[in-house]
């Protein structure tokens, strides 16, 4: 039933699980004799692990208080999973930063190297943007695909699905990997229309890795660019609102990936494309900043439903 190695490693599970057991239990569950127990137990001392033990009637095994586990390992998927967590974390600015980059480190540290690279892949090709409840999925499958894509500079040959379903066959060097509001989105040079241009991931049918190799521009800016061109996309709202206190002050609530902000004298514009503007309303009201909307009227609708709420949170 068990090779030696693995029971050994059963003995250390079911110390950590159930706190204390008796030799007979252990060799019962492992249908092995009791001094069969013992002598997994001197093993696993002699590597290390504290296994403190007492003899009679009453007495067991158990795990010294205070001894840690070695770290749990990930598969590709896994590891995705932890990655995104923690990317979430922090764009929804949960918790300590310090306490994410030294999670984020700790993981690193333990990883084989090819997990390690997949790691790295997701963290520096990953952007999050207001991300929001409804998200269309996205695979692991395709996290890993588009993340080395990136991270290797290789291009990808792709299916893409228009708005109006039609199918083309392109070539494409992916510069980003977005997560804005409720879409993902890939901002990639097409070599098909020959410009840099914005794809949708929910319309990419197939997606393969090729043998070409691309540079990304020094100066590619992935927010701003989605930014411009989120602005042309029929359907989405174009939200600027001035805010009434100086740039410097303004850039300390609202960071750079919300919002673009431009200074207007003693004021600032701010300008934010969503399809969305209750939640740019409830954004706006956790500011804590006296702002004028410019447009649109749907901001101004909005913001009078999320103000009557709170009144009628305040006065129940």
């Known amino acids: 039933m068990y090779n030696p190695t693995t029971r ?34 001197m093993l696993l001392r002699d590597i290390g692990i504290p296994v403190d033990g007492e003899r009679g009637r009453y007495g067991g095994y158990r795990l010294r208080p205070g001894f840690r586990l070695p770290p749990l390992m990930f598969n ?28 984020s480190a700790k993981i690193d540290r333990v990883l084989p190297e090819d997990l390690r690279q997949r790691m790295e892949a997701v963290r ?15 695979s692991n499958e395709h996290i890993s695909l ?17 708005a109006d379903g039609e199918v083309t066959q392109r070539v494409i060097a992916p510069y980003g990997l977005v997560l804005h509001s409720r879409t993902w989105y ?25 043998d070409r190799h691309f540079e990304m521009p020094a100066d590619f800016d992935a927010a701003a660019f989605i930014f411009e061109r989120l602005a ?16 410097a002050t303004v850039r300390e609530v609202i960071p750079p990936d919300t919002a673009q902000v431009e200074a207007l004298g003693e004021d600032t514009l701010v300008t934010c494309y969503s399809d969305d503007p209750h939640w ?27 103000a009557e709420k709170l009144v009628m949170a305040a006065r129940r």
């Open 8 to 41: 050994l490693l059963t003995i250390l599970e079911l110390l950590q699980s159930r706190g204390e057991m008796s030799g007979q239990e252990i060799a019962r569950m492992l249908e092995v004799e009791e001094r069969s127990v013992r002598r997994y137990i």
């Open 76 to 103: 590709a998927d896994e590891i995705n999973a932890v990655m995104l967590g923690l990317l979430l974390l922090r764009e929804f600015r949960y918790g300590s930063l310090t306490a994410l980059e030294s999670a």
């Open 124 to 138: 520096q090709s990953l952007l999050l943007n207001h991300v929001q409840l409804g998200t269309h999925h996205l």
């Open 146 to 162: 588009f993340s080395l894509a990136i991270y290797d500079r290789h291009c990808l040959d792709i299916q893409y699905a228009s």
């Open 186 to 210: 890939i901002p990639a040079y097409c070599y098909l229309r020959e410009e840099t241009r914005l794809f949708r991931l929910d319309r990419i049918r197939a997606a393969v890795p090729t």
């Open 232 to 247: 042309r996309i029929p359907g989405l709202f174009t939200f600027e609102v001035i805010v009434h206190a100086p740039l």
């Open 280 to 306: 740019f309303a409830r954004y706006l009201a956790s500011i804590e900043l006296p702002f004028t909307v410019h447009q649109p009227d749907a901001l101004r609708e909005a913001l009078q439903t999320v």
